[in-house]
Each structure stands twice: as C-alpha cells, then as structure tokens.
C-alpha cells in the first residue's frame, strides 16, 4: 500500500495548497487527464482544511478515506469533509469536476441552510454517492453552468456560482438523505447535530457527557436520553466512538507512539486508553494497528 515515514505527523493542508486562488475560500476545476500539482503530497496520508468535492467523468484509480478504500468509478460523485484522512494509493488520469471550499465560504451563506445539509454535515462519514442516468444528466448540466460561470467572469458571476452551487448542494444532500440514512432515522435531528458538533470540536479535551450537557445548559440525563431517541446511540457512545475512530485514523496512517496518541486525544493514562480501546474494539491499540496494517500492506 505505502510505507509510513519515521516520527510522521500527518499534515493538514489548506486550500491554497492547491494553487494559485482567484477566490481563496473557493476553487472549481475542470480534470482533463492532466497531473497534479503537488501530487507527492497526496500519496501519503493527508487531511485537508476544506470541503472536497469531485464529480468522476471517466478514469478509474483508487484511494482511501480514514480506513476504507474506495475504487474510484466513472460517473460517480465522491465527497469528503475537513477533518477525513485521505491517500492517494497512485495517480492516473481523471476526467471531471472538482469543487473545493472552505468553512468561510460555507459563513457567507446568509441563513446558514448550506451547513446544515446532510452532505455537509456527513453524520454517516459517507463518502460516494451512486448516480442513476438521471442523476448524472442533472449534475453535469448544474456542474457544466458553475464551471462557465466561475472560468468566464461576467456580472453577477459570484452570485451565479453561488447559486448554481447551493442547487447543487441541496441535490447531492437528498441522494446522501436515500443512500445513508435509513427512514426510522428522518426525524427532527437539531440537538443531535448541535452534540455532535461540540464533540467533533472537543472531543479530544471533554470526554464526559456532562460536560457536552454543561455547555448546552442541560441536564445530562436530559442530553443522554434525547441523543438516544433521536439518533438511536446513547450520548457516551458518539463520544467514545468519535475518540475510537480518531485513535484508529492515528494507528493507521501515522507512526506515533500509543503514548503519543494517548495524549493527543486528552488521556492522561496509556494503561487507561489501552483498557478503553480493547473494551471498544476488541483489541489493543498495538494489536489494531499490526493487524490492519498486515490486512493493507
């Protein structure tokens, strides 16, 4: 798969890695087969500081997110958010559409609905959307009048993008809504996505649900029950769950010590976070990594 380089500390890379920005919160560029810049970078594990879009045309290759691999396919619509772990496994030729954007650009959205769609806010770390003919007929139609729009500036072209974009947003969010969320799961979701949002902004310093309760002025019985019902998971398990992925992302992709990770995601103890990850995953942190290592390498 890829050899991990000693002491390596995943970067994170902002959106002007990608080049020269006429608009440095957005970026829209149409692949044509050509290499990309900086194209060491992403053939070692990476995340980024903005949202990536790309709209698959023809070509064929395959990556990773977080742990999965994904073998990328013609006319399909891949997606991920800011705080994934992405690789590279080789470049070759792709044809399509690629939209990058960054939090900022998502602040300018006057009533804030572009940060609240499920595409967005992927509670179900999703990453490809499967597109029927009809699908794709609607995308390359909406993505063919935002790339004119963006590459041939005209009055109003920041508006026209904006909005051609929002539409686009709104379609890829009802596909995500069909293919990740089941319909037990369609209900009223705003506690939910405000827990899950401090915990994606603290969980490496609050570990507790009293303390998510606390800065929501609830009581945490309240916060635990309600998180229960609406998603279906107790509050103690999205924040376990959020600290064991980000373990597994480390173990994985990087070569810090099991001491280091500990402290990096707020545990005082190594023996403690040992004890924590077995009884979540079954297997120690040491154990985890050799054995998916030995599973990718």
Known sequence: ????????????????????????????????????????????????????????KTGRT???IDMTPYTIKPQTFYFTVP???????????????????????????DNQLLKKLPLIQNPQNGHELILSARDVEFIEETLDKITREYHQPSDWGNEMVSSYLRVLLIYLSRLYTEQFTTEDRIID????????NLVEARFTELHQVADYADLMHLSAGHLSETIKVQSGKTAIEHIHERLVLEAKRLLFHSDQSVKEI?????????????RFFKRLTDQTPVGYRTTIREMYH
């Open 83 to 109: 705080h994934q772990i992405l690789l590279k496994e080789e470049l070759a030729p792709l044809h399509g559409t690629l939209i990058a954007f960054t939090e900022e650009f998502l602040a300018l959205d």
């Open 189 to 196: 979701r705003q506690l939910v996505k405000r827990f899950q």
């Open 62 to 64: 395959r990556h990773w």
């Open 1 to 56: 798969m890829y050899s991990i380089k000693p002491e390596f500390e995943i970067p994170r890379y902002p959106l002007e890695q990608m080049g020269r920005l006429a608009n440095p919160m957005l970026q829209i560029v149409e692949g044509t087969g050509q290499m990309l810049e900086h194209k060491d970078d992403i053939l070692t594990p990476h995340r980024k500081d903005y949202y990536f879009l790309v709209y698959i």
């Open 262 to 274: 500990t402290a990096q995601l707020g545990f005082e103890d190594a023996s403690y976070f040992n």
